[in-house]
């Protein structure tokens, strides 16, 4: 057990995940209020939490706030503070300039500087001493994330007595790209801190099981990596999903339905509408996506005065340089297509730079014809669960990324290399001109994917496979154990 004494309430189940699921936010006026997270961990966590209480702990996505444990709404929430300078080196740095791309297939390129990786370790001795605080004797601590890939260990070195679970949200590459980590014993150590480690796919928990078999020599047999102290851990696929029954309740809603209506009125009634939803990521290829469709205007393929495109992009990590020219890029585009190939009447392309609540999501799913995904490399990609879970009539395409992890599951999809313009242009112009029957057939059967496969069947098949490990022992306090 930890020396100190605990200054928390303590919980039999504690969440640890770098961002709390609200922002706290300041005004221009000076007034602060909370607004909810941005992201996929946030939108899955969310109906785990309130179904199962317990405690989040989690920084509150602003600079130098030491703020006590709160409640809010369903959540009990522990704070942990990052100041100015942390959140340069551990979170902009270490976390979305080192690990963000280099386990995105280095679509961007990782960068290596030993003071970020400090500040990533201090950091996470600051979550794990948190989480050892808050979780009460003997309790389950899920730890979420690449942020915090360090916390297992530290915290089992703390509190010996926890049944610790990990998952990554995000892809986990292969060796020859991981090996490139100036950094990564101390990583691959610090995972194995937890009793089980969840990836969103098996080819994630295989590179990873592989690297502990070749890099680090341990013994593996299947997904059981077994460690030099005998204690052994489980890196197992366990592919997130969303609250499908909430969604689809949300989009068959009076309001919603009303709002998606009257969304299409707004943007010109067209026989087609085009959507893209996400945060604004080098890694979601918007900019390709939108490239595509381009050139399907240009060469008459769609009909400007017919179709419409929505794309809605959530402001993400600003300050970060390849998000910043991500953005520029973005703009440029959408304004030469627009300048090019819309009219007085209808832009060729609507484009928001902007989070937009769930109600008018949802309105989006409802009304949009074609739901656009296209991402180099996503660990899940919640949006086009979102968008099927919506589509309770049937109808609507989606279009998909082969390196989405969902398309392991969303096998029905019109399937897309979106490092092929030509790919994406054929999916987008199938998925458009498809017969009724087709689509009503590839809907159906998206559907009974994501509504057998929801978050609580995750959540639930995660956390009983912890329940299901031996009952720690709380006797070692090797690292290494
Ligand atoms: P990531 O976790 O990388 O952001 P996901 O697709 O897994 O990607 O999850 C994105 C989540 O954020 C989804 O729940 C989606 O509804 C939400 N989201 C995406 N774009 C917006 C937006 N413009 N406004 C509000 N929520 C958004
Ligand atoms: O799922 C990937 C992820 O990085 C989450 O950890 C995070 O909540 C979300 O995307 C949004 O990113 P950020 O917290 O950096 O705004």
């Given at each position: ?9 303590q ?7 770098n961002r709390?699921?609200?922002d706290?936010?300041?005004d221009?006026d000076g ?9 996929g961990?946030?939108?899955a966590?969310?109906p785990v939490?309130q179904?199962?209480?317990g405690?989040?702990?989690?920084w509150v996505?602003?600079?130098?706030e030491?703020l006590d444990p709160?409640?809010?709404d369903?959540?009990h ?11 340069e080196d551990?979170?902009e ?13 280095v679509?961007?390129?990782p960068?290596?500087?030993r003071e970020?990786?400090?500040?990533y370790?201090?950091v996470?001795e ?8 808050v979780a009460?004797?003997g309790?389950?601590v899920w730890?979420?994330d690449?942020?915090?890939q360090?916390v ?5 070195r703390?509190r ?6 990990f ?6 590459p292969?060796?020859e ?5 100036p ?15 969840g990836?969103q796919?098996p ?7 592989r690297i ?7 013994e593996t047999h299947?997904?059981v990596v ?5 204690r052994?851990?489980r890196?197992k696929?366990?592919?997130i999903s969303i609250?499908a029954?909430?969604f689809?309740?949300l989009?068959r809603?009076r ?6 209506r009257?969304?299409?009125?707004e943007?010109g ?7 893209g939803?996400?945060?604004l ?7 390709h996506?939108?490239?595509?469709y ?5 060469e ?7 179709a419409?495109?929505l794309?809605v992009?959530?402001?993400?990590r600003?300050?970060?340089e390849?998000?910043?020219?991500l953005?520029?890029e ?5 304004g030469?297509?627009n300048?090019?190939l819309?009219d007085?009447?209808?832009?060729a392309?609507?484009?928001?730079h902007t989070?937009?609540?769930r ?19 996503d ?6 669960k979102?968008y099927?879970?919506?589509r309770s ?6 279009v998909?990324s082969?390196f989405?992890?969902?398309a392991?599951?969303?096998r029905q999809a019109?399937?897309i ?7 994406m ?19 159906r059967?998206?559907r ?8 609580e ?5 995660f956390?009983?496979?912890?329940a299901?490990?031996?009952a ?10």
């Amino acid at each position: 057990m930890s020396e100190e004494a605990p200054q928390y309430d303590q919980a039999d189940f504690v969440v640890v995940a770098n961002r709390l699921p609200v922002d706290r936010t300041t005004d221009a006026d000076g007034t602060t209020s909370w607004r909810t997270s941005p992201g996929g961990l946030v939108t899955a966590m969310e109906p785990v939490m309130q179904e199962r209480h317990g405690a989040w702990v989690g920084w509150v996505g602003a600079p130098d706030e030491t703020l006590d444990p709160f409640d809010y709404d369903s959540y009990h929430l522990v704070p942990v503070p990052l100041s100015a300078a942390e959140i340069e080196d551990y979170y902009e740095g270490f976390s979305n300039g080192t690990l963000w791309p280099l386990y995105h297939d280095v679509v961007a390129k990782p960068e290596y500087h030993r003071e970020w990786w400090d500040a990533y370790h201090a950091v996470n001795e600051r979550f794990a001493e948190a989480a050892a605080q808050v979780a009460a004797p003997g309790a389950t601590v899920w730890v979420q994330d690449y942020q915090l890939q360090l916390v297992p260990q530290m915290l089992r070195r703390r509190r010996p007595d926890l049944r610790i679970g990990f998952f990554l949200h995000i892809p986990f590459p292969p060796v020859e790209l991981f090996q490139q980590l100036p950094w990564r014993r101390q990583i691959i150590e610090g995972l194995l801190g937890a009793d089980i480690i969840g990836f969103q796919t098996p080819g994630g928990a295989q590179n990873f099981t592989r690297i502990c078999r070749h890099r680090m020599k341990m013994e593996t047999h299947r997904e059981v990596v077994t460690l030099p102290s005998g204690r052994s851990t489980r890196a197992k696929a366990y592919p997130i999903s969303i609250d499908a029954k909430g969604f689809e309740a949300l989009a068959r809603s009076r309001p919603v339905q009303d709002r998606a209506r009257e969304l299409r009125h707004e943007l010109g009634d067209p026989e087609v509408l085009f959507l893209g939803v996400d945060r604004l990521d080098y890694t979601k290829g918007i900019y390709h996506r939108l490239r595509a469709y381009g050139e399907l205007l240009a060469e008459g393929v769609i009909d400007p005065r017919k179709a419409a495109f929505l794309q809605v992009a959530t402001p993400s990590r600003e300050r970060v340089e390849e998000y910043k020219r991500l953005r520029d890029e973005v703009n440029m585009l959408v304004g030469r297509i627009n300048g090019d190939l819309g009219d007085l009447r209808r832009p060729a392309i609507t484009y928001l730079h902007t989070s937009v609540p769930r109600t008018e999501m949802a309105a989006m799913y409802t009304t949009a014809d074609v739901c656009v995904v296209t991402p180099l490399r996503d660990g899940m990609n919640l949006v086009c669960k979102e968008y099927v879970a919506c589509r309770s009539g049937t109808d609507g395409a989606l279009v998909l990324s082969e390196f989405a992890g969902a398309a392991g599951e969303l096998r029905q999809a019109y399937m897309i290399n979106p490092y092929d313009i030509n790919s994406m242009k054929h999916g987008m112009t199938l998925a458009m001109n498809d017969t009724v029957q087709n689509k009503r057939r590839r809907m159906r059967a998206l559907r009974r994917q994501v509504f057998t496969h929801d978050i609580e069947a995750w959540a639930a098949s995660f956390l009983d496979d912890l329940a299901a490990v031996p009952a720690p022992q709380t006797t070692s306090t090797d690292p290494q154990a």
